[in-house]
């Protein structure tokens, strides 16, 4: 079963894509392997931020999505 | 008290908000208004995109607004962001306050731009001789929303 990985602004230019789905769980840990190094060298940015189901992690090394779960890579806002 | 938070991806005319958002809050001692538009004095910037994810960006706007109405004691407060592709001389955003006393709107108005600007769920980039660029927020909007001490 799947979570959704949501790429948003340069993260998704950088995943070539918006959004994938990969296999549940996703971990930290685990992210390198399923998400390739080059997203996850840019999730590791103390910048991004990872929500889960819209709920930012305070601490993104406990990332632990499970199936249904969308995950989302946020690079640093500008908005106004 | 009236809040009112919208997220549009078409062109917008803020006078066409800002008039029924008044006439809606009769007996209110002050309304202060900000439009923020796509700068047209550099010439180099062909157009502005905007994204935004509307499962955070939307409930965010809806916390922000929220919370200014409760701080600064407002009568009414109306909010509205673009998102899509803009062009110079477009409006961006528009934040307009209304209280019983002109601090109270003013001051609103300043505390929501300055966290829709640098703590909002908005991504920002410009095109610029046909190449787009990723635009990051500037040292100087983080020290605007440090001087709120939230």
Redesign the interface.
């Known amino acids: 079963m799947a979570v959704t990985v ?1 790429f ?3 993260l998704a230019d950088l995943a070539g894509e918006e959004e994938r789905k990969v296999p549940a769980p996703l971990t930290w840990s685990g992210m390198a392997g399923v998400l390739g190094a080059g997203i996850t060298e840019a999730a590791a940015d103390e910048r991004t931020k990872i ?1 889960v ?2 709920q930012v992690l305070a601490d993104k090394t406990a990332l632990d999505a499970g199936d249904g779960d ?1 995950v ?1 890579l ?7 | 008290m009236a809040i009112t938070v919208d997220l549009l991806d078409a062109p917008f005319n803020p006078g066409r908000f800002v008039g029924p958002f008044t006439d809606a809050h009769p007996g209110l001692g002050g309304v202060c208004t900000f439009v923020g538009e796509v700068r047209s004095d550099d010439d180099t910037v062909e157009a502005l995109e905007l994204l935004h994810y509307e499962r955070m960006t939307r409930p965010g706007m809806e916390d922000l607004a929220a919370q200014a109405a409760e701080r600064f004691e407002l009568m009414g407060l109306l909010m509205v962001h673009r998102g899509g592709v803009m062009h110079p001389g477009e409006p961006i955003v528009l934040v307009s306050a209304c209280a019983r006393h002109r601090r109270g709107a003013i001051d609103a108005v300043d505390f929501a731009m300055d966290h829709l600007k640098s703590r909002s769920w908005f991504w920002k980039r410009e095109k610029r001789a046909g190449e787009w660029h990723w635009i990051e927020p500037r040292e100087q909007d983080y020290s605007d929303l440090a001087r709120w001490g939230d």
Request: charged share 10%.
């Open positions: 949501v948003i602004g340069k929500a189901n819209g969308e989302a946020l690079p640093p806002v500008s908005g106004g």
